[in-house]
């Protein structure tokens, strides 16, 4: 690999370690008592809120429709989240450091597929915390679910649920178009020579 590809490859490693400090996807619920919407926000490794009781407030009217209070304590995912970004970044500065073509593009399937795996858990934990609701919730709606959206908007009663990516989603994508990028280049340098 070239030595142009080699540092595109590391700045794809080292751009995953922006997820340690801005979070990785917005949910927000917007409605007539709460005109400026409450915002949760998903990290690598916890779940806040645009306010300090933010999440208490999300769980509060999660109880009226009988859905489980959200307890960030209990998601093994926030766990063991930041080990398997640290393992990439890493291991994507050794492959960077190797400088091998084909390195590059395992790394870059393998980001792929975590990516891919990450939202599928992300879409199973919001069925489950939509669908199987308590029944002796105060408020029941018969085949009403509270599901929020993987990715856009949704009514759900009276709120309008917002789920996007947020800025960690933004810099998981850039690594993954960096990489690609880098092992582009290098397959381009190896035929101009």
């Given at each position: 690999m070239n030595v142009r590809a080699k540092i595109i490859m590391s700045i794809s490693a080292l751009a995953l370690l922006l997820l340690f400090v801005t979070p990785l996807w917005r949910i927000t619920l917007e409605a007539p008592q709460y005109p400026d919407g409450v915002t949760m926000y998903i990290w690598i490794n916890k779940i806040t809120g645009d306010t300090p009781h933010t999440l208490q407030n999300i769980n509060i009217l999660n109880h009226y429709v009988g859905m489980k209070y959200i307890e960030p304590d209990s998601i093994?995912?926030?766990?063991?989240?930041?080990?398997?970004?640290?393992?990439?970044?890493?291991?994507?500065?050794?492959?960077?450091?190797?400088g091998k073509?084909?390195?590059?593009?395992?790394?870059?399937?393998?980001?792929?597929?975590?990516?891919?795996?990450?939202?599928?858990?992300?879409?199973?934990?919001?069925?489950?915390?939509?669908?199987?609701?308590?029944?002796?919730?105060?408020?029941?709606v018969p085949g009403m679910s509270y599901q929020p959206p993987l990715f856009g908007s949704k009514m759900l009663l009276n709120f309008k649920a917002d789920s996007y990516p947020y800025w960690g989603g933004l810099w998981l994508g850039l690594s993954i178009i960096l990489a690609a990028l880098s092992w582009y280049l290098a397959g381009v340098f190896k035929k101009t020579k």
């Open positions: 093994p995912e926030l766990k063991y989240f930041p080990f398997i970004i640290g393992a990439m970044s890493l291991l994507g500065l050794v492959v960077a450091w190797i073509r084909s390195l590059v593009l395992t790394w870059l399937i393998i980001l792929v597929v975590l990516c891919g795996l990450g939202l599928y858990d992300f879409y199973l934990w919001e069925y489950d915390y939509g669908h199987n609701l308590d029944p002796k919730a105060p408020i029941k």
